[in-house]
């Protein structure tokens, strides 16, 4: 079964640092997500990207983060100036359409500044 | 503001018994999910619902839209189903709405 294959599974960092994490999502899919989820705490959402663009974005999504589909497989979170609140479990998602379509999440990324 | 509730939060059962979890929204949705995240914290989607019910192997989920209410069942439960089962409503605007509400989801424990 297509999969999302997120890279790194773990990632540590000093605060102040950029980071990159890396989400290639199932090949046909046409919409793609990026949630987080702090340690105890449920699921947020971040960004919606497709057709290359920010379709929509929430208010955690601030300056400091950025997504990107560098080459039409990949898709990338950057976060710009890691905080310590950053820390958290990050899960990219992919859609074959917008509505009335299932999601795929990846088996995400753990964030740890410190 | 669309509020996502799940219940009961913790949920411990013994191996065989009949399994419900609930979940209520506080807005119009396109389409409401149940997902499973095992303790390695891994999210895989079991259903996507926009109306009625569906079944897959032991789950079955339901959703009323009116009542703003859905339910996850399992029957004939085992260890392997321990998880949580988190509910996630996309919710209905005019314009589109992408991003998924998500519930704090129930952690569900099965004992042999």
């Known amino acids: 079964e297509p999969e999302v294959t997120q890279t790194p599974s773990h990632q540590v960092t000093q605060m102040g640092q950029e980071v990159i994490l890396r989400c290639v999502p199932i090949?046909?899919?046409?919409?793609f997500y990026w949630y987080r989820q702090i340690l105890g705490q449920k699921v947020e959402f971040l960004v919606s990207f497709y057709n290359n663009e920010i379709s929509e974005k929430s208010e955690i999504f601030d300056d400091q983060f950025s997504v990107e589909r560098p080459d039409g497989s990949n898709f990338t979170l950057k976060i710009r100036s890691t905080k310590l609140e950053d820390s958290a479990m990050y899960f990219c998602a992919s859609s074959s359409g917008r509505v009335g379509y299932g999601y795929t999440f990846g088996s995400g990324t753990r964030l740890t500044v410190v | 503001k669309n509020e996502v509730e799940q219940s009961p939060q913790n949920l411990t059962a013994q191996e065989g018994e009949f399994i419900t979890i609930n979940c209520s929204y506080s807005v119009g949705i396109s389409a409401l999910h149940w997902l499973q995240q095992h303790p390695g914290g891994g999210i895989v989607s079991l259903f996507m619902l926009s109306s009625g019910k569906k079944k897959h192997g032991r789950l079955i989920a339901t959703i009323n839209i009116q009542e703003k209410h859905s339910s996850l069942h399992i029957t004939a439960s085992h260890p392997r189903d321990s998880a949580v089962y988190i509910c996630?409503?996309?919710?209905?605007?005019?314009?589109?709405?992408?991003?998924?509400?998500f519930g704090k989801g129930t952690h569900l424990i099965i004992q042999p």
């Open positions: 996630a409503v996309r919710a209905y605007s005019g314009g589109g709405a992408d991003g998924l509400t």
């Open positions: 090949s046909n899919h046409l919409y």
